[in-house]
């Protein structure tokens, strides 16, 4: 009978930032700082484009879908963070790590199809000037940034087992990829 190892993982210990006591409200005032002018700057971008009505062409539609999910990427991990120096708190929980690595996959995943949608946005305006207005409809558009929401589902959900692969690691300290 082969014994194998019985114990699992319930917090990760976080090994990001290794910053001395002594500069660390600096650098928390300079994340807060970077993290507060993105966030201010996306919505602005989603405020304006939304307000003005000659931004109503589909390429500034899908720039404001961008924005919102660079906004919600940001919104992922930058607070767990500040709040982590703060604390000085250097373990995450295991159902904490797996939510947060699923959702910032996901905001990923609907960054990629969002751009790619953008391109064929821009395609479309540069190779058939002519008939830009019929192809890119306001129904084309909505339906390409849903079908950008529900293909960024499968990728992000498929990378999360990379994750739970860590538990199951021989050794304490595990260097991610990415």
């Known amino acids: 009978m082969r014994r194998e190892n019985q114990s699992s993982v319930s917090e990760f210990l976080l090994l990001v930032l290794p910053i001395w006591p002594e500069p660390q ?6 994340f807060l700082g970077m993290y507060l002018t ?4 996306n919505l602005l971008i989603i405020m304006r484009l939304r307000l003005d009505p000659h ?9 404001s879908h961008l924005a919102l999910t660079d906004v919600s990427l940001s919104s992922i991990t930058i607070p767990k963070m ?16 797996i939510s947060q690595m699923s959702f910032f996959s996901l905001f990923i995943c609907l960054d990629n199809f969002l751009l790619k949608v953008m391109a ?15 192809v890119m409809r306001q129904e084309l558009c909505v339906s390409l940034g849903a079908g950008s ?6 990728p992000s959900w498929c990378k999360t087992p990379s994750v739970l692969t860590i538990s199951s690691s021989t050794s304490s300290v595990t260097s991610l990829p990415f």
């Open 82 to 97: 500040l709040m982590k120096m703060q604390t000085q708190q250097k373990s995450m929980s295991y159902a904490q790590c």
């Open 25 to 30: 409200s600096m650098f928390f005032a300079l």
């Open 38 to 41: 993105l966030e201010l700057g």
């Open 149 to 154: 929401c529900f293909s960024a589902v499968s």
């Open 55 to 63: 931004f109503q062409t589909p390429m500034y539609f899908f720039l």
């Open 120 to 134: 064929y946005d821009r395609y479309v305006t540069i190779c058939q000037p002519l008939r830009y207005t019929t």
